[in-house]
């Protein structure tokens, strides 16, 4: 078992009057092969964790420490991250003009695991998620993200995770912007993806909806840059009958 380990995290974030503090103090801990929720209200600090984890250059940690099984993941240049086993499926995807999905990938997965993909099996395997992402087989052939809607940008997210095939996954409100078919794809992709690996997920949401669909182990809620709260999926149903307001009062 590998265990992704957040300690005392603090994080900070530049802004027009200068350095916030958004993380005050954040510890989680998440195994291999379990799915752990985040949810919390707008502005407690779930995106930052992701971009934090990942290494997004204006997300400075300013104390607290992360490991991947052992190894210190903030010494880490982001591809070292990538390479390590993490993986970030963003909020808003970007496009890029000129790169093909099937370039993107490829090269991708190469970068992460040192050596190209056998390109039958790669070819056979990167066709089938496409089919049961209900991906167009014609996506292969376009540039990345663009002109995809939001559903086809969040499929391609999941498409990447299936395909580079990393320790831990953190999901960043891969369920906004979906109705319920393509909500019902994309969960699919995920717990997919968990089937037959050791996966850890990280799934930051607002709503419960996806939850219905991935069935998390651990639920914790998030608020004021702090785990206020963790419990169960049992945790999740009563947010969504209570929602913030008792943490809010609390912080």
């Given at each position: 078992m590998t265990t992704l380990s957040i300690k005392d995290l603090h994080v900070s974030v530049e802004?027009?009057?200068?350095a916030k503090e958004i993380l005050k103090g954040l510890t989680l801990d998440i195994n291999s092969t379990e799915t752990h929720a985040i949810m919390g209200p707008n502005g407690s600090g779930k995106s930052t964790l992701?971009?934090?984890?990942?290494?997004?250059?204006?997300?400075?940690?300013?104390?607290g420490s992360v490991t991947l099984g052992g190894e210190d993941v903030l010494e880490m240049t982001v591809d070292e991250r990538a390479k390590a086993g993490l993986f970030l499926?963003?909020?808003?995807?970007?496009?890029?003009?000129?790169?093909?999905?099937?370039?993107f990938l490829r090269t991708a997965k190469t970068a992460v695991d040192g050596e190209a993909p056998k390109l039958r099996t790669w070819t056979k395997e990167l066709s089938a998620s496409m089919k049961n992402l209900r991906m167009d087989p014609d996506f292969a052939s376009r540039s990345v993200n663009e002109g995809f809607s939001g559903g086809e940008k969040k499929r391609h997210e999941i498409l990447q995770m299936q395909m580079l095939k990393p320790?831990?996954?953190v999901l960043d409100e891969t369920d906004s912007g979906l109705d319920v078919d393509a909500l019902r794809v994309v969960s699919e992709g995920v717990n997919a993806a968990k089937e037959n690996s050791d996966l850890g997920v990280l799934l930051i949401t607002h709503y419960t909806r996806i939850l219905q669909y991935v069935r998390p182990d651990h639920?914790?809620?998030l608020?004021?840059?702090?785990v206020a709260?963790?419990?169960?999926?049992?945790l999740a149903d009563r947010l969504?009958?209570?929602?913030?307001d008792r943490f809010l009062v609390e912080a």
């Open positions: 802004t027009e009057t200068g992701a971009y934090a984890l990942a290494g997004h250059p204006r997300y400075e940690v300013t104390s499926a963003m909020q808003y995807p970007v496009e890029v003009p000129g790169v093909t999905v099937t370039n320790q831990f996954a639920v914790h809620v608020v004021n840059g702090r709260e963790s419990g169960g999926p049992e969504e009958s209570e929602g913030y």
